[in-house]
């Protein structure tokens, strides 16, 4: 069984910053693209970042400047930085990972999702 943990969110002000944290366990062979996407209330779901296990890199436009996506291969973990918060930015973000297992299938797979709050 393949789990995705996020921790990092909470209230912040605006202009502040966070960092998320996502790191995946279970019986896993590789991991490929792994990401962060957020579902305010109301609204869909959409993608704020990703990364591919060679190192590319795709934003979405709203966050391009303020966000940083990293990821440390050998713990299976994948950060976002977040400076410059917005109210706009409030919503649960989830992580996201295309992982195969030791049984050769191949799936995408979600964290339980982590809520961030910008307020004063």
């Known amino acids: 069984q393949v789990q995705l943990v996020e921790s990092g969110g909470g209230l912040v002000q605006p202009g502040g910053s966070l960092r998320l944290s996502c790191a995946a366990s279970g019986s896993i062979f590789s991991i490929g693209t792994m990401g962060w996407y957020r579902q305010a209330p109301g609204k869909q779901r959409e993608l704020v970042a990703a990364m591919t296990s060679g190192g590319s890199t795709k934003y979405a436009d709203s966050v391009k400047v303020r966000c940083t996506i990293s990821r440390d291969n050998a713990k299976n973990t994948v950060y976002l930085q977040m400076n410059s918060l917005k109210p706009e930015d409030t919503a649960v973000y989830y992580c996201?990972?295309?992982?195969?297992?030791?049984?050769?299938?191949?799936?995408?797979?979600w964290g339980q999702g982590t809520q961030v709050t910008v307020s004063s």
């Open positions: 996201n990972a295309n992982i195969r297992t030791y049984s050769l299938s191949s799936n995408a797979y």
